[in-house]
């Protein structure tokens, strides 16, 4: 088993956080928490680019719902990564965690969502 690894990077317009491994029920809390700790509030929101994780448990698509909600009270956007032959691609389409203009298949364009978009409170 391969526990989860979260990397983290700053860009102008928000928090990419990279995320690899197995994401379960032994971790899942910890990588959100990791995530939304890193997350300033001036961020227009977080890339959560799970390109990387070769599992993930319904634990791991609960924080997921969880960091969208925490980051929605702060007006901010979680976009998801996730690529079509992600191994986690259909258990979060199955679901319901790709939602329209919140998944991207690759960084470069979810962070160009958040290029394009007007800053939080415009």
């Known amino acids: 088993m391969s526990l989860a690894d979260v990397q983290i990077t700053l860009v102008p317009n ?3 956080a990279r995320v690899t491994g197995e994401v ?5 809390e910890d990588v959100g928490a990791t995530v939304i700790k890193a997350t300033p509030t001036e961020a ?19 924080v997921i719902y969880g960091m969208r909600s925490s980051l929605q009270a702060r007006g901010q956007t979680l ?10 691609h259909d258990s979060l389409r199955l679901a319901g965690a ?9 960084v470069d364009e979810a962070v160009a969502i958040f290029d394009s978009a007007p800053p939080p409170g415009a």
Do not use: H, K, T
């Open 44 to 62: 227009q929101g977080v890339v959560l680019d799970l390109s990387g994780v070769e599992y993930l448990d319904s634990a791991g698509i609960y």
């Open 79 to 88: 976009i998801l990564v996730i690529p079509p032959a992600s191994p986690v």
């Open 98 to 106: 790709e939602r329209p203009g919140e998944v991207a298949e690759a």
């Open 24 to 28: 379960d029920m032994s971790n899942a």
């Open 14 to 16: 928000a928090v990419i």
